[in-house]
C-alpha cells in the first residue's frame, strides 16, 4: 500500500492525469480529422469536392455529424438483450482508446524539474498490450450482432468474428521477429532501437565503391529495412482487424445490410464509428512505431527541441493513414472464402515462417567461427526466400481454372440441385 | 511519469477508467437530449423493409467451430512465443532448437488442417 500513498501523493499523479487527458482529447481530436480527411481524399479520388459546407474546407463536418447523433432517438430492437445490446458499442471504442496508451509519440520534455515522458504508460509488456486491447474489440462486434436480435446482424457477427480471430492470429505472430531482434516488449525499447542511421557497412571498404558505404550512414536504422515481410504481413492483418475495405466484411453493405450494426442508431452508432477510426490510427501509429523508427526523424532543431519528434510521429502516422484511405478507394472487397484463404493459408504459414527466418538470422551457437555461421545463414535466407517466391509464383491454383458458365440446366435438374446445393 | 513496473499499470488504469467515463458520460448526457418514442414499427427489426419473418435467430455455418477451434491453437501458440522471443538472446541455441521443434509441429497440424480440407469454404 506504500506505493499507492507514494504515488497519490507525489507530482507523478499530476503529469499521468495531465498525459491521460491530453491524449483522450488528441485522440478525439484525430478522429474528428480522419473522419474528414478520408472523406476529402476519396471525394478526391473520385474526383468529387467533398463536404464543403461546415468550416474551412468543410473541416467541421464531421463536428456537425457528431452533434447530430447526439440528438437521434436510439431506437432498441423489441427482441434485443437489453444489457449486452447497450454495452456492445462502449466494448468496441475503449480498448481501441486503451491500445494507443502504449504509443510513444514523441521523445521527453523535463517540466519543472520532471522527466515526463511523451507516452501515458511505458508498459513493460506494450506490445503485447497493445494486441490484447485490439482483441477485446472483438467483443463488440460479436456481443452487438449476438445482442441485436435481428437475422442479419446475427450473420454478420459470427462472420465477422471468425474474420477478425483468424487474422489477429496473423497479426500477433507478425509482432514476435520484431521482439526477437529487439529482446524487448516495451514499444519505448522498440522506437529506442531504430535510432540513428543504418550505418557504415563497411561491405565496400577499400574498393571504388567506398562511397556506396557512406551512403548507409543517412539511412535510418529501421526495421522496415530487416522486417519489411513482418511490415507487409501487420500492415494486412491490421487492415483486417480495423474492418476496413479490402477487409470490411463484417460490414459488408451488398450482403448482410450493415452486418454486425444494422440495428444501431442515434449515439451508440456513433461509438462503433468512432472505435473504428481510432483503430485506424492506433494501428497506422503502431506501424510507425514497430517499423518506421517511431518519432526519429531526421531533423531535431535547437528550438523547442521536444516539438519535433512529436511532429516527425504525427507526419509518418497521417501517410499510414492516407495508405489506409487508399486502399479503401481503390481495392474491392474480398469474397469471404478468398478471406478465410488468404488469412489461414497464406498470412499465419508466412508469418510462422518469418520468425523461424528472423531466429535463424539471429541465433548465435557457440563453437562455431563466424565465417561458417555467415555462409549458413545466407544459406537457409536463400533457401527460405526462394520457397515463399515459389508459393507466391504458384498462387492460387483455382485463380488459374478457366471458368465456364454452366450450360442452361433442365427444369428437373434445377430441382435436384436445390437439394445438393450448399447455402 | 509514475516509475516502475506499478506505477505504468496504475496509468493504464487511469487511462481505461478516463476512457469509460468519457463513454458512458455520452450516453448519460445523450439519455438527456435526444427523444424517446419506441412504437411498434421501430422496434421491428430491419429486413429489408418487410416485416421480420420468424425469430431473429438464423443458422450459422458449422465451418465456423473448426476456425474457432484453430484459432485457440494458435493464439497459445502466440502466447508461448512472445516470452521465447523476448529471451532470445540469453537462452541461446538450446531454445532456439526447441522452438523449432514446436512450431514444427504445429506447422505440422496446420498442414494436417489444410490436406483434409477443413479450411476450406464452400
Avoid: C
Avoid at chain 1, 557497412?201 to 529495412?225: A, K
Avoid at chain 1, 538470422?361 to 545466407?378: A, F
Wanted: a neutral charge; proline letters at 5%.
Amino acid at each position: 500500500m506504500g506505493a499507492i500513498a507514494d504515488f497519490l501523493g507525489g507530482p507523478d499523479v499530476v503529469i499521468a492525469i495531465v498525459k491521460v487527458v491530453v491524449a483522450f482529447a488528441a485522440l478525439l481530436v484525430a478522429t474528428l480529422l480522419t473522419i474528414w480527411f478520408e472523406r476529402k481524399v476519396i471525394a478526391d479520388m473520385q474526383a468529387r469536392i467533398g463536404p464543403n459546407r461546415w468550416g474551412p474546407f468543410g473541416v467541421l463536418q464531421t463536428v456537425a455529424d457528431g452533434i447530430k447523433l447526439f440528438f437521434k432517438e436510439d431506437v432498441r430492437p423489441r427482441y434485443a438483450d437489453r444489457w449486452t445490446y447497450g454495452l456492445a458499442p462502449v466494448m468496441a471504442a475503449v480498448p481501441s482508446f486503451l491500445a494507443f496508451a502504449v504509443i510513444p509519440f514523441g521523445d521527453h520534455v523535463t517540466v519543472g524539474g520532471e522527466r515526463v515522458d511523451f507516452i501515458v504508460s511505458d508498459l513493460n509488456i506494450g506490445v503485447l498490450f497493445f494486441l490484447a486491447a485490439g482483441s477485446i474489440g472483438v467483443y463488440g462486434v460479436v456481443l452487438a450482432g449476438w445482442a441485436s436480435g435481428s437475422k442479419y446482424p446475427l450473420l454478420g457477427g459470427i462472420r465477422s468474428s471468425a474474420q477478425l480471430i483468424s487474422y489477429e492470429i496473423a497479426l500477433g505472430l507478425s509482432l514476435v521477429p520484431i521482439v526477437l531482434v529487439t529482446n524487448s516488449l516495451s514499444t519505448v525499447d522498440i522506437v529506442a532501437a531504430q535510432a540513428g542511421s543504418v550505418g557504415n557497412v563497411d561491405l565496400f571498404d577499400g574498393t571504388f565503391l567506398q562511397g556506396v558505404s557512406e551512403l548507409f550512414e543517412v539511412i535510418p536504422n529501421w526495421y522496415i529495412w530487416s522486417q519489411w515481410p513482418a511490415f507487409l504481413l501487420f500492415m494486412i492483418a491490421g487492415i483486417a482487424e480495423t474492418n476496413r475495405a479490402p477487409f470490411d466484411l463484417p460490414e459488408a453493405e451488398t450482403e448482410l445490410i450493415a452486418g454486425f450494426h444494422t440495428e444501431y442508431s442515434g449515439i451508440r452508432f456513433a461509438l462503433f464509428f468512432l472505435g473504428e477510426y481510432i483503430h485506424v490510427v492506433v494501428i497506422s501509429a503502431m506501424a510507425v512505431t514497430l517499423f518506421f523508427g517511431g518519432w526519429n526523424g531526421p531533423i531535431v532543431d535547437e528550438f523547442l527541441p521536444w516539438i519535433w519528434p512529436v511532429g516527425w510521429f504525427l507526419v509518418k502516422t497521417i501517410a499510414f493513414v492516407y495508405l489506409f484511405i487508399w486502399l479503401r478507394a481503390t481495392l474491392p472487397r474480398l469474397r469471404y472464402d478468398r478471406l478465410m484463404w488468404l488469412g489461414w493459408k497464406r498470412l499465419i504459414p508466412a508469418s510462422l515462417l518469418w520468425i523461424m527466418v528472423t531466429a535463424v538470422v539471429n541465433v548465435n551457437p557457440e563453437g562455431v567461427d563466424e565465417q561458417t555461421l555467415r555462409s549458413i545463414r545466407l544459406a537457409v535466407f536463400g533457401a527460405l526466400f526462394l520457397l515463399v517466391l515459389f508459393v507466391v509464383a504458384k498462387g492460387d491454383p483455382r485463380l488459374k481454372q478457366v471458368v465456364t458458365p454452366e450450360r442452361p440446366r433442365s427444369r428437373r435438374a434445377q430441382k435436384q440441385g436445390v437439394k445438393s446445393g450448399s447455402s | 511519469m509514475p516509475e516502475g513496473y506499478f506505477g505504468s499499470y496504475v496509468t493504464i488504469g487511469v487511462f481505461a477508467v478516463v476512457g469509460l467515463v468519457l463513454v458512458f458520460g455520452t450516453l448519460a448526457l445523450t439519455r438527456l437530449l435526444r427523444p424517446n418514442v419506441p412504437t411498434r414499427a421501430k422496434t421491428l427489426t430491419y429486413e429489408s423493409g418487410i416485416d421480420p419473418i420468424g425469430t431473429g435467430w438464423a443458422q450459422a455455418n458449422v465451418r465456423y467451430y473448426v476456425f474457432a477451434l484453430l484459432f485457440v491453437i494458435f493464439d497459445v501458440e502466440a502466447v508461448f512465443l512472445f516470452p521465447w522471443a523476448t529471451v532470445f538472446e540469453d537462452l541461446g541455441t538450446q531454445a532456439f532448437v526447441e522452438m523449432v521443434i514446436f512450431i514444427g509441429v504445429l506447422a505440422l497440424a496446420l498442414l494436417y488442417a489444410i490436406k483434409k480440407r477443413v479450411l476450406e469454404w464452400l
